[in-house]
């Protein structure tokens, strides 16, 4: 049995989701709403689920932290927000964090995903 690659970089998974068309970002527009990029969906925090986090830490430089959400949404559609995490969020306020709190996980294994 082939064993999986495991995946240790940002840009590697990324890519990884890029390859089976599951690069759908989706962001927190100007108006404090978290939207689909490439679905041009405006969600709720009911809407998605966190299926799974995976935090990434700068060898040199703090400011490389980063954390990236994996999420599906309630029509079965993958998507990710990605952000940098600490002081270094991109986000002011508490709006930003409050929505992620609000998001229910189910922390999956990815392996079906990234074969």
Do not use: C, W
């Not at 759908?24 to 679905?39: A, R, S």
């Amino acid at each position: 049995m082939e064993q999986p690659v495991e995946m240790n970089t940002l840009s590697q998974i990324l890519e990884k989701l890029r390859q089976k068309g599951l690069d759908n970002e989706i962001k927190m527009t100007d108006h404090g709403k978290m939207q689909g990029v490439g679905l041009n969906k405006i969600y709720k925090p009911e809407d998605l689920t966190i299926i799974k986090t995976y935090r990434f830490e700068g060898d040199s430089d703090p400011g490389d932290n980063s954390v990236l959400y994996l999420l599906e949404d309630n029509e079965g559609q993958i998507g990710y927000i990605i952000d940098a995490y600490g002081m270094y969020s991109s986000h002011e306020g508490t709006g930003f964090d409050d929505f992620l709190k609000k998001i229910p996980t189910a922390d999956r294994d990815m392996q079906e995903l990234f074969k």
